[in-house]
């Protein structure tokens, strides 16, 4: 192993180790080994496992710190796989030279604004646990094309841009477990374009990633995510985020987890997506939607959504169904939270509990809104005490409103109306719900718009 310390590294904080560590990777056989001590660099550390060999970095349990005094990535590893994650299409000099390079039990500091802590390039089963990176643009960045990358027990904390970076990455089976992933400054996690595949976002502490009134995105709008997937002109496919904290401070265009695929017409660049037994909340929006097919959102706590819980535009295979909502104590708490679905189709809404959903205005929106939509179920939902109105479809087709209990309980109710159908909607179905207690009247559905039947007035 290349002790550092023994190629001249003083790891003092202050003496630039830079040459120390290069020393001793040359001279070594590829293992990184640092002792207790702040080690300053002002250039990337580069470990090519093309020519090293088989390559790690290892910090003593924590003690061990690397301070980046200079723009790009503080380690940097870099292999030349070129096949997929199946074994017959790995190349012999990548399982003899280049596999499972590990990063563990160290910190990163990032002095320069454009410092990146951990940089992965062409590699396969690289492995960051039990590493601290903060202060750096971004935490882990990955490029060009990476397999089987896994980061657990770690922290990526108060970077400027992102905590964990996919950037236009051709990347597959990823595993992201048992982090705190927080404090960074646009997203926790990031995905932007690539080809991005098998996904797992589990049982982390994503927190707080944003810059509420700072940092700007590029056509002015503010905002932040915890998740953020963007695949404008790529593919992010087979997702799972499960048993995940993710809240924030409220920031105007921010969100908890937002997945933006391709407008096309053809295959969804953003599909098949599972978003499930997550708390979320303290955002803007808690789920926002665009573009993507085959998702499943069920089993989360989804709170404080200063606008809305969800948010779904052009998507289309929604099985939403089992999740809370907003828990307003009194009807002087602020006004939050609600469900808009615009141009999405085949899609149901199954068992959500929901009380006093504010979302909506006296002449639009409710607790739950469709516009444009087709061949949507909304059934077994409690929608209690909502402030506007409990369901409004506008220009709806083939939509089914059914066995839901939309009741406002107050002594004065301020709910307008239980269902409201507008525009040209046709074909729709309200049948065998409980409905209780609106201002004005419990359905307003003009002749023509949908069939009634087996409704329960109180």
């Given at each position: ?7 001249g590294?003083?790891?003092d ?97 990032g ?21 601290l ?105 087979e ?37 499930a037994g997550?708390?979320l ?62 141009d ?36 077994e ?52 719900n409980?409905l209780?207690g ?21």
């Amino acid at each position: 192993m290349a002790f550092v310390n023994h190629f001249g590294a003083t790891g003092d904080g202050r003496k630039d180790d830079t040459a120390a560590l290069e020393h001793a990777l040359a001279a070594g056989d590829g293992i990184l080994e640092l002792g207790k001590g702040s080690y300053r660099i002002t250039r990337p550390v580069v470990l090519d496992t093309t020519r090293l060999g088989y390559a790690a970095v290892r910090g003593q349990g924590g003690t061990s710190r690397i301070i980046m005094d200079g723009p790009g990535a503080a380690l940097r590893i870099v292999g030349d796989h070129r096949g997929t994650a199946q074994p017959t299409s790995y190349q012999e000099h990548t399982w003899e030279k280049e596999r499972f390079p590990t990063i563990s039990g160290l910190e990163i500091l990032g002095r320069h604004p454009e410092s990146i802590g951990i940089e992965l390039i062409k590699t396969t089963k690289a492995t960051i646990r039990e590493v601290l990176v903060r202060r750096c643009r971004h935490g882990i960045r990955l490029a060009q094309r990476n397999r089987d990358f896994i980061l657990s027990d770690s922290h990526l904390l108060d970077n400027h841009q992102y905590g964990l970076f996919f950037d236009r990455c051709n990347l597959h089976q990823i595993i992201v477990h048992g982090n705190h992933i927080s404090w960074n400054r646009q997203a926790g996690i990031k995905s932007l374009d690539g080809d991005v595949h098998n996904l797992q976002i589990t049982g982390n502490d994503i927190e707080y990633n944003n810059h509420p009134g700072v940092d700007k995105s590029p056509d002015g709008e503010p905002r932040g995510a915890e998740i953020w997937f963007e695949a404008l002109q790529g593919v992010i496919s087979e997702v799972t985020i499960s048993s995940n904290t993710l809240q924030a401070t409220i920031q105007p265009g921010g969100c908890n987890v937002r997945i933006h695929g391709q407008d096309t017409d053809g295959p969804s660049a953003a599909r098949l997506v599972t978003i499930a037994g997550n708390v979320l909340g303290s955002q803007t929006r808690g789920i926002e939607l665009k573009h993507v097919e085959r998702v499943a959102i069920t089993g989360n706590t989804i709170y404080d959504s200063a606008e809305l819980s969800i948010l779904a535009e052009h998507s289309s295979g929604l099985a939403i169904g089992s999740n809370t909502f907003v828990w307003r104590g009194d009807d002087d708490a602020p006004a939050r939270d609600g469900l808009k679905f615009v141009d999405c189709r085949d899609a149901s809404l199954v068992g959500l509990v929901a009380r006093r959903l504010c979302h909506g205005t006296a002449e639009a929106g409710g607790a739950i809104t469709l516009t444009r939509c087709e061949d949507f179920a909304i059934s077994e939902c409690q929608l209690l005490d909502s402030l506007v109105r409990g369901i409004e479809m506008t220009d709806c087709t083939r939509c089914r409103v059914s066995g839901n209990s939309i009741i406002d309980r107050r002594e004065k109710p301020l709910m307008r109306q239980a269902v409201r159908i507008r525009g040209k909607s046709r074909d729709n179905l309200v049948q065998n719900n409980l409905l209780g207690g609106a201002s004005q009247q419990l359905l307003d559905i003009p002749e023509g718009t949908a069939v009634l039947q087996g409704n329960t007035l109180l």
